[in-house]
């Protein structure tokens, strides 16, 4: 069975800064990957997902993933953080079949201004 | 574009009394989903439909039960509340393949006294 990890239960970066969520998962075959965010009060909406091809994956709101099969891993990044990224951020490894999904902890991401 | 609705958005329950969650997506997806969220435990699976007709226990089940008399509906039971159902419960859908995203809804927070 799959399983993923996120190692970091809260992150406080400042406005303007870089970001990186670190996910990583286990799975015996070919992943597939997603990022999710939540705002608070909200449902969650992918940012993101790899399935083949390039390794560095884009998404929306300027967020982007790389995919490191070596270290089971596919962490979640962003050049410059807006007040509005505030929120939990899932990382997802879909299984064999589209019901097998599992989500990570979550990782709370405050912003400072 | 609705995507996928759920009501009610809030419910306060006693212990042992019964209700339905109400999940409606727009979308013509065949599999919709019904997962609970808490407090540093991500998202996990309690039931499943992967067509109209269907249904498949997830992770935790227990005290659960389902129904998708409608392609486009999705309905969750509590048969007789407890406190440990207290939780955020989310509906989601998805095309039948594994590289498919779930679409989730905004979420009903249920709170069992």
């Known amino acids: 069975a799959q399983s993923v990890t996120q190692p970091d239960i809260h992150i406080t970066v400042s406005e303007g800064a870089s970001l990186e969520l670190r996910c990583n998962y286990s799975?015996?075959?070919?992943?597939?990957l997603f990022w999710y965010v939540q705002s608070p009060g909200q449902g969650l909406q992918l940012l993101l997902k790899?399935?083949?091809?390039?390794?560095l994956v884009q998404g929306i709101k300027g967020f982007e993933a790389e995919f490191k099969r070596s270290q089971s891993s596919f962490n979640l990044r962003k050049p410059s953080v807006h007040w509005s990224d505030a929120a939990e951020y899932f990382c997802a490894v879909g299984g064999p079949t589209p019901q097998k999904l599992v989500f990570g902890q979550g990782t709370r991401l405050t912003i400072n201004p | 574009n609705a995507g996928v609705t759920q009501t009610p958005k809030f419910q306060v329950l006693k212990t042992g009394q019964s209700m339905t969650l109400q999940c409606a997506q727009d979308m013509n997806h065949n599999s919709m989903y019904w997962y609970r969220q808490d407090p540093g435990m991500g998202l996990r699976l309690i039931y499943y439909?992967?067509?109209?007709?269907?249904?498949d226990k997830g992770e935790v089940p227990d005290g659960y039960n389902v129904s998708r008399l409608k392609k486009q509906n999705f309905l969750l039971g509590l048969e007789s509340a407890a406190p440990s159902q207290t939780s955020v419960y989310f509906c989601?859908?998805?095309?039948?393949?594994?590289?498919?995203?779930?679409?989730f809804g905004d979420g009903t927070r249920l709170s069992i006294l």
């Open positions: 989601a859908s998805s095309l039948e393949s594994r590289d498919q995203p779930q679409h």
């Open positions: 790899y399935f083949s091809g390039d390794t």
């Open positions: 799975y015996g075959a070919t992943p597939y």
């Open positions: 439909s992967a067509s109209e007709g269907t249904t």
